[in-house]
């Protein structure tokens, strides 16, 4: 049954989630929600008296929810433990008075069985997109300076794209919606023409500061030799830049990265990588706001 994380249930889950795949996840989120006052909250699922699965929940904004950090012990795995906590984790997204609920899983070339339980969860696919982190930037280029552009939203949803990425505080995105509309007209400019969303933010890692930059491209540039090297010299000086894109462009977005910066290779100078986004949509329960 799900049930609220609370701070003596950390050895617990630590013991299985250790023995998955990146627990600093786990831990990054635990913190955001129970130490920084990140809107929303961290679940346990529990069988038997015994603590078996970890998710949280993460609340964008008045209407999106973002289900997060899914862990399941190994034990317990293949057992629709996953799903249930999913359905339940709904029922608190609809409590909240949210509208939606987003996710994202890897992509896979092809058909993986985590795309199968998606669909048996009510979830469709929103888009799929690329999301490469840079923390190097090429020699020789100078920084681009940037130009507004105040229709960001109608001009994306015009393109056809449903959600955008958010990163901060961890790998987060919301919809495209109208009630963003003040938000994320902010955050609209143009490098070279094309409509870029960039956001940025300053964090501390290892007792140093350092400087974030998120950038959601949906235009496909007509150069991308020409177009790319231009934008990877937005990479701060100390800290890392991650570039959203359609997942379709990938071999030409990476190919032009690798010719910009020589040396750029998996996890030196750069991380790849390609997801999902799933959504589900809701009814907004009476009086729950």
């Not at 635990?30 to 529990?46: D, L, N, Q, S």
């Not at 964090?203 to 540039?221: A, I, W």
Request: glycine share 8%; charged share 30%; aromatic share 12%.
């Amino acid at each position: 049954m799900l049930e609220k994380y609370r701070p003596e249930d950390y050895r617990e889950v630590a013991r299985f989630a250790r023995k998955l795949t990146n627990f600093g996840y786990v831990k990054t989120i635990i913190k955001a929600h129970t130490r920084k006052g990140f809107p929303g909250e961290c679940h346990v699922w529990r069988e038997d008296g015994r603590i078996v699965a970890f998710s949280a929940v993460a609340y964008l904004n008045p209407d999106d929810a973002w289900l997060w950090g899914m862990r399941v012990d190994p034990e317990f795995q293949n057992k629709g433990i996953g799903s249930r906590l999913t359905r339940a984790q709904f029922r608190v997204v609809r409590e909240a008075g949210r509208t939606w609920a987003g996710l994202n899983t890897l992509d896979h070339r092809k058909p993986a069985p985590t795309f199968r339980v998606m669909e048996k969860l009510g979830l469709r696919l929103e888009d799929t997109y690329a999301d490469d982190v840079y923390w190097r930037r090429p020699k020789g280029v100078a920084r681009p300076r940037l130009k507004p552009y105040r229709d960001i939203l109608g001009h994306s949803v015009s393109l056809g794209r449903r959600t955008y990425f958010r990163q901060q505080p961890g790998w987060l995105s919301s919809r495209l919606i109208p009630a963003r509309r003040r938000e994320l007209n902010r955050l609209g400019f143009t490098l070279d023409g094309a409509p870029l969303m960039v956001k940025r933010y300053r964090y501390v890692e290892k007792g140093r500061r350092n400087s974030g930059v998120t950038v959601n491209l949906f235009d496909m540039p007509p150069d991308f030799h020409a177009f790319v090297p231009r934008l990877l010299a937005l990479v701060p000086k100390r800290g890392h830049m991650v570039v959203n894109y359609p997942a379709e462009w990938s071999r030409e977005f990476r190919r032009a990265a690798r010719a910009a910066i020589p040396k750029l290779r998996q996890n030196h100078g750069c991380w790849f990588s390609t997801w999902r986004i799933y959504g589900k949509q809701f009814k907004q329960v009476a009086g729950s706001r």
